[in-house]
């Protein structure tokens, strides 16, 4: 079993391995040699993946002038960003009660936590959307950030990790006439940057992919989101133009997936500790 | 007495720290009954009425909705393809991350590449992957159906076939999450003490399945129990592939439960109707919760 020697098993293992990450990439590769190709091409040859004539250019236009790719990635942007800070905001003050605090509630708060790791978004659309209705506020970014504000997920993730930081560093914050608020922003934030790293991973991974919220309070395609605005791309585009199609794919696709390249080990880290914990 | 003195003050900054506790939670607390409880509480009430968006009065109408539910085709087509779907999503998806989560393990070399590669799906947008994937299943210029036909196989109508739309739908489920379960087996593998190999070797564990068998497996208890459990409910809560490739269809061979409550609450805006649906979802995820503690209470006692 050492490690370095070349074995069968060691063979046979990356084979494997590299087969599997093949057909794994494979829609990838299609959607990247597929956004390159002029119509004609896509219905003649589909499994040659170099394209014989170039169109990508051609495709990204068609791909930009159909839907304000801008606008949408904007707006995944915005809606992720306001989504994680205001479940940040109201989840860590809410931790620390719980977790360091003489908080009566806080066994009561764990229980109506733990009830609300239960329910999903879709359990509670129907009533939302009825309330937002009422109140006029579908097509927003108030209405599509505001049901997630609250995370009951990063309370109890916070939870988790805020136990774990000494009392005597909080004991020694308060000696030094620090308030409960600044505490909370000076030594506990500081301590749980792993812990809000991964949230934030975990957070912003989510709501960029959610269709379902998004689909529900939103007909006006100057808030709609990227997942959204890829589902009217598809409405408008009638037919089988595959081509514009993998191109507007690539385009939204791209941002995530490069952020995911480029901190791949904090996305893999982040993943495992809300997940492990969750 | 001398207690008493020094009691007062203490018991004063308790009540302090007891206010600022309340303060600090007020937030959180507010939202959640906003946004969690009173909606969850709303659905159950809701369920029991014949609301419809648009029309100004409604009434109580006891279980007629779930009367009506069992009754409804749609929507006990929708149950089974619900079923059908997890049930071939969830254990595949389990079965190939843990062997790719144990190969990964075991190589020294390409760790970080392979990780990446098989994760890559789970860090991608699901609505534009779905897309591609609609041109690789496509009958005719589909290279999925291209590359069956260099071998003689006359491919299917994937996703427009009530046949297969099901299976085609799971290879997509089963591709996005494998990574996402590969990363949490690969943390459950990390996690397991190397002293307990060596131990197993010496106790006569020889071969690599008696470890697998003796050790890992074992080992693995807690996380595969998590794992199963969150591959079950987001299997459950497939919706995004349904909404953007088939619509329910061909001939309701796709409506999954999401989907159906998507349908009947927010375009047909039959709300009463399809809160009822969305109580039956609801306890859904609550049995497959119980039973995780259950089964957490009983057998898995290693973590």
Redesign the interface.
Known sequence: MT??SITIG?IL??C??SL??LL?????I??IS?AGKAQSE??SS??SLVPEQWSYVENFVKALSRVSMPTLLLNGVIVCALIFLAQV???I??A???AK??????RF?MV?VM??L???I??????????F?RLAVLNSYAALV??F??S?FA?FLFLQFFRAIPDDLIHAARLDGMS??GI?ARVVVPNAWPAITAFAIFSV?AH??D??WP??VVTNQNYAT??LG??YF?AAEAG?D?GA??AA?LI??LP??AA??IA??R??EG??MT??K? | MANVATDMPILAADRREGRIAWLLAAPAITLLFLFILLPTLAVVVLGFTDFELGFGSFRFVGFENYAELIGDRTFRRSLRNTAVYTAIVTPVSIALALAIALLIEAETRGKVFFRTVYFLPAASLLVAMATVWQFLFHPTIGPINAFLAEFGIAGPNWLGASGTVLYGLAIIGIWQSVGFNMVLFLAGLTAIPRDLYAAAEVDGARSWLDRFRLVTWPMLGPTMLFVTTISIINSVKVFETVKTLTEGGPNKASEVLLFTIYQEGFVYLRVGYASAMTVVFLAILVVLMFLQYRVLDRKVHYA
């Open positions: 490690a370095h060691r293992r990356f494997l391995l599997g990450a794994f990439l494979a829609p990838y299609f959607m597929t896509i219905f589909s499994l905001v109201v989840a003050p809410c620390y009660s719980m605090l003489k908080f009566r509630a806080a708060m109506l009830l609300g239960l329910v999903p879709h359990a509670t659309a129907l009533p939302l959307y009825v309330a209705d505001a049901p504000s609250i009951v309370i409960e608020v909370v991974v960029w992919n269709l379902f689909l529900v990227p997942p890829l589902l598809r089988d595959y199609l993998m794919t939204i696709t995530l997936i995911f390249l791949q080990k996305f893999v993943i495992t997940g492990l969750g």
